[in-house]
Each structure stands twice: as structure tokens, then as C-alpha cells.
């Protein structure tokens, strides 16, 4: 019979889902500055005349989910390895 360990250690299960909650956490806010940061050029470049003809909003993500999400991805990876230090040394 072998005791098992305290409910409160933190192991490295505790440690990868806490990095996995930091990089989604920065990928989710990337994604949202991304897609409002699409729509803006995309209304700001249309014509004039062609303005509130079309949705904005459906092309901003097709055009970031086909051409834009690894740089999200990238991106939001550093944060997290930057925050998951940054915690570590608190």
C-alpha cells in the first residue's frame, strides 16, 4: 500500500495546463484585436459607394483564418511563454 500525494502539489500536469490556459487566453485576444483590426481596412479601403453593401465582419475572417492564424498562433505562443515566466518567478 503506498499513500499517494497531497491533492495540493503541483505537478507538471498542473503546470502544462496552466501554459495551455495562458496560450489560449492570448490566442483568444489576438484573435479578437485581429478581426477587428481586418474589418476596420477592410470598411476603410471599400468604395464609398459599395459601403454597407456587403458584410464586413464574414470576410475579415475568412481572410484571417486562411491567411493570418499561424502568425496568431505564433504570436500568442510567445505571450504565453513570456507570462508562464514571468509567473514562474512571482
Known amino acids: 500500500w503506498r499513500c499517494s500525494q ?3 502539489a503541483f505537478d507538471w500536469r498542473f503546470w502544462v495546463s496552466f501554459f495551455v490556459f495562458l496560450w489560449n487566453n492570448a490566442f483568444n485576444v489576438a484573435l479578437g484585436q485581429i478581426l477587428i483590426a481586418m474589418a476596420v481596412s477592410l470598411w476603410f479601403f ?3 459607394e459599395e459601403k454597407g453593401k456587403m458584410g464586413l465582419v464574414p470576410k475579415a475572417i475568412k481572410t484571417i483564418f486562411r491567411y493570418h492564424v499561424g502568425s ?3 504570436g500568442s505562443f510567445i505571450v504565453a511563454v513570456v507570462q508562464f515566466i514571468r509567473y514562474l518567478m512571482k
Open 6 to 8: 497531497p491533492r495540493y
Open 46 to 48: 471599400t468604395k464609398n
Open 72 to 74: 496568431v498562433l505564433f
